[in-house]
């Protein structure tokens, strides 16, 4: 039998309701999940209860309440889908910033091969003026598995014969609790049954109070029979490839198995440097790791949905091919590929070839923005490269140090 997060009476509220939180929380203490939290519109007693239990540090790598929409979006990295706080999208975009710090701390930590999570709750609650919508919880949690949703309507103060200032704290309480809920689901816990008479309704709550969130394991470029050359945008709008203009963009090719932060990092360097976004490219048809299969291909775009633009290409592996696909547009590339495209050996031994491709480059307009890497086991820049003067142009470094790989965040064995 399910335990019943039950309705306390006014005078007892918080007392009642901490102890619950508390109690709601403990399993996910003796869980292996990683797990990092975003909030904003409503405050209640989430950061107290998942705090409480001793060694929370082990699961919890942080909760943050963006309580300002500047806040929000500097955890989001840009305004959320559609610029509105308290919608779906908003919690899943939050989610997935969440998600992200999630495993960084946990790569900076060693925790490999745990399950990461991240959780976001966005919420519009009772208020001191007339709200014309519906007073609502939005949560999101990203794993790797996909999103899992819930998305909660509450009865307002007047029709419960209450004031505002009363409904509105019975409302932040019962967003932290149905986030609680939302995490205990995830990881395959247990869950108690909200009493009706917190007065909430949602799609993912049955009759009985029970509480099954919604999964969406897949992308808007998983619809059509055609996912390539278009952009996902991190608002979940497509744009046609050839409408990124190369003034607005940069292209950063990779695999991207997996992303990580020291993706987000270059990129958020690139476009703090150049005021452009940065759109991440993966190709199908890789010339020496062969042809990635359409799902994996999708898996890996939803690594990044909500984060950044992505687009897949179907053969252009080359950076000629990529080139002639996006012309004019500028290539957020690592130290080692500067080394790559003036190696012979990818020309058959000449010279001539090696003229012709970098001619074809500077009749395209394309550039190249070089981040630093390692190589042979050395840190190396754009001004540690031997670049003929005759093609110098065509690249140019790109300030600050990530040095993180995706063979390093994949961890051992």
Not at 43 to 55: K, S
Not at 355 to 380: C, K, N, P, S
Not at 382 to 395: E, K, M, Q, S, T
Request: neutral net charge; proline residues 6%.
């Amino acid at each position: 039998m399910r335990d019943i997060l039950a309705y306390p009476a006014p005078d007892v509220l918080f007392q009642v309701a901490t102890q619950q939180m508390i109690e709601l929380a403990r399993p996910i203490r003796g869980s292996d999940w990683i797990v990092d939290i975003a909030t904003t519109g409503a405050a209640g007693f989430l950061r107290f209860a998942l705090w409480a239990q001793p060694g929370a540090s082990q699961n919890l790598m942080g909760e943050r309440w963006t309580y300002a929409q500047q806040h929000t979006d500097e955890l989001l990295g840009r305004k959320p889908p559609e610029g509105r706080y308290s919608r779906q999208g908003s919690a899943m975009a939050m989610a997935a910033a969440a998600y992200t710090n999630a495993r960084r701390v946990a790569f900076e930590r060693g925790l490999h091969g745990q399950p990461v999570m991240g959780v976001a709750m966005t919420a519009a609650v009772s208020t001191g003026r007339a709200r014309r919508g519906g007073n609502t919880c939005r949560i999101a949690v990203r794993t790797d598995a996909g999103f899992h949703l819930v998305d909660a309507e509450f009865t307002k103060a007047a029709a419960r014969g209450q004031s505002r200032e009363q409904r509105r704290l019975e409302e932040g309480i019962v967003c932290d609790a149905l986030t609680l809920l939302t995490i205990l689901s995830v990881m395959g816990q247990p869950t108690a049954v909200l009493d009706p008479q917190w007065g909430v309704t949602a799609p993912e709550l049955d009759d009985a109070g029970v509480l099954d969130p919604r999964v969406v394991a897949s992308t808007p470029l998983s619809a059509g029979a055609d996912p390539f050359y278009k952009v996902l945008m991190p608002d979940q709008s497509v744009l046609p490839l050839e409408e990124a203009s190369p003034n607005e963009f940069l292209l950063l090719p990779g695999s991207f198995n997996p992303f990580h932060h020291g993706h987000e990092q270059i990129a958020a360097m690139a476009r703090e440097q150049t005021g452009k976004d940065v759109i991440f490219q993966i190709t199908a048809h890789h010339p020496a790791k062969g042809v990635v299969p359409t799902q994996d291909l999708l898996a890996r775009v939803a690594q990044l949905q909500f984060r950044w633009p992505v687009v897949l290409f179907d053969t252009e592996g080359l950076y000629a091919q990529k080139a002639a696909r996006v012309p004019g547009m500028t290539m957020l590339i690592g130290a080692d590929v500067v080394y790559g495209l003036q190696n012979l050996r990818y020309y058959n031994g000449d010279k001539a070839e090696r003229r012709r491709l970098f001619d074809q480059l500077g009749a395209l307009g394309t550039t190249f923005l070089v981040a630093g890497r390692a190589v042979d086991g050395y840190y190396e820049t754009l001004g540690d490269i031997p670049v003929p003067g005759n093609v110098a142009h065509l690249f140019r470094p790109l300030g600050g140090r990530i040095d993180i790989s995706s063979t390093q965040l994949r961890g051992p064995g």
